[in-house]
T-cell receptor, first 115, second 111 residues
Framework: NAGVMQNPRHLVRRRGQEARLRCSPMKGHSHVYWYRQLPEEGLKFMVYLQKENIIDESGMPKERFSAEFPKEGPSILRIQQVVRGDSAAYFC?????????????FGPGTRLLVL | DAKTTQPNSMESNEEEPVHLPCNHSTISGTDYIHWYRQLPSQGPEYVIHGLTSNVNNRMASLAIAEDRKSSTLILHRATLRDAAVYYCILMVRGSQGNLIFGKGTKLSVKP
């Protein structure tokens, strides 16, 4: 039973480019959370999605960031026109259908470096 | 936000027990206490959670104070692989489930 998968594991972008981060949840999980970890800081919640729905995006920056979790395929975190301050590790986590209070299973993360 | 307080760092010797404390004096009656850990260069990993009673699993034990204002994560025999940042998190009942991570406790394990 494969765990949460994220790709790419490392991503380098120049300022102004777009970054697309993918997350495939564990089999049978329909809830996905995205977190960001800036260098030397703790993880911060960004967004919570269920299939085809954004449930809570209170942690998402207002501009340039978007997330989706389509009916088929992985969840995507998209960052447009990246800036140096976007350099961070981005983790996704999935949980079973009940969501909410359930244990979250994290992926290995995508480390984004903006030059 | 539900708030927890943990020491910044702790040290342990390999094969010895480790007690990681967490204060959560503002906890509500239905809030769960969750522990996650993050090994270097990896994503966080669930360790254990509890509500009122002490809990045991294959990774650790969780001792919860009678007034629930504090808890202690117990690693019975620390190994080098247990060196990580340990996060104590309150899961607020009725929340969407997003985890609020503090700074955690960085545990170092000496051979």
């Amino acid at each position: 039973n494969a765990g949460v998968m994220q790709n790419p594991r490392h991503l380098v972008r120049r300022r102004g480019q777009e970054a697309r981060l993918r997350c495939s949840p564990m089999k049978g999980h329909s809830h996905v959370y995205w977190y960001r970890q800036l260098p030397e800081e703790g993880l911060k919640f960004m967004v919570y999605l269920q299939k085809e729905n954004i449930i809570d995006e209170s942690g998402m920056p207002k501009e340039r960031f978007s997330a989706e979790f389509p009916k088929e395929g992985p969840s995507i975190l998209r960052i447009q026109q990246v800036v140096r301050g976007d350099s961070a590790a981005y983790f996704c986590a999935s949980s079973p259908p009940r969501g909410g209070m359930e244990t979250q299973y994290f992926g290995p993360g995508t480390r984004l470096l903006v030059l | 936000d539900a708030k927890t307080t943990q020491p910044n760092s702790m040290e342990s010797n390999e094969e010895e027990p480790v007690h990681l404390p967490c204060n959560h004096s503002t906890i509500s009656g239905t809030d769960y206490i969750h522990w996650y850990r993050q090994l270097p260069s990896q994503g966080p990993e669930y360790v254990i959670h509890g509500l009122t009673s002490n809990v045991n699993n294959r990774m650790a034990s969780l001792a919860i104070a009678e007034d629930r204002k504090s808890s202690t994560l117990i690693l019975h025999r620390a190994t080098l692989r247990d060196a990580a940042v340990y996060y104590c998190i309150l899961m607020v009942r009725g929340s969407q489930g997003n985890l609020i991570f503090g700074k955690g406790t960085k545990l170092s394990v000496k051979p």
